[in-house]
């Protein structure tokens, strides 16, 4: 089998891994929307919305039950969520969603990744004037006519509908997005996924080679950190 078998073997072991890391992510969603609104997904729109975003990555039925066995059983430990925001090498300005049941391990994480890149942890909200925070929900317009279901969203809170490379994804401002939730839900569309993201409304684009080597691998590092959610950043993608 020789080199190629190895070439696909490593790809099949970094796909598992990266399964395994949205596993625990979707895991940890469950348990923080159970503890906020219940266990049962009839009375509790985020743990549904968690449960179809699992579906989404092909994440089992089993472990969904799981997730929510552990997250309703008396001994499991509560999730706290933290951000942290920083700047990169180059100035790239880094926020990094977190959930944890241990914060000292996990400021101690992203402040040791931040300093081996030559970056600076900075304060909570300090950066709320480069990301927006929207919603965006992928769905299924199942043959509906775009235009006319434009008209029908706008009064959930409808900011954009835009089609790209055969996905309809639906934008609202991050405080509609129960609302577009609970109007996409009564007009019967189906929802693939969605997620609450935080989009840079400005970009750093003049860094270095060597800068961006190092942010790039920065980022790879938090990414893997057991208690990271989400990245955001706003380096400029290579068009």
Partial sequence: MGRIFETRKHKMFARYAKMARQFTRIGKEIAMACKTGGSNPDLNPRLRMVMQNAKSINMPKHNIDAAIKRATDKDTSDYEEIIYEGYGPGGVAV????????????????RMYFNKYGGTLGKTGSLDFIFDRKGIFEIDPAGKNVEDLELELIDFGLEEIEQAEGKTFVYVPFNEFGNMQKGLEDLGIVVVSAEKERIPNTYVDNISAEQKEDFLKMVDKLEDDEDVQSVYHNLKEDE
């Fill in 95 to 110: 926020l990094i969603e977190t959930a944890t049941d241990n914060t000292n391990r996990t400021v101690a994480s992203v």
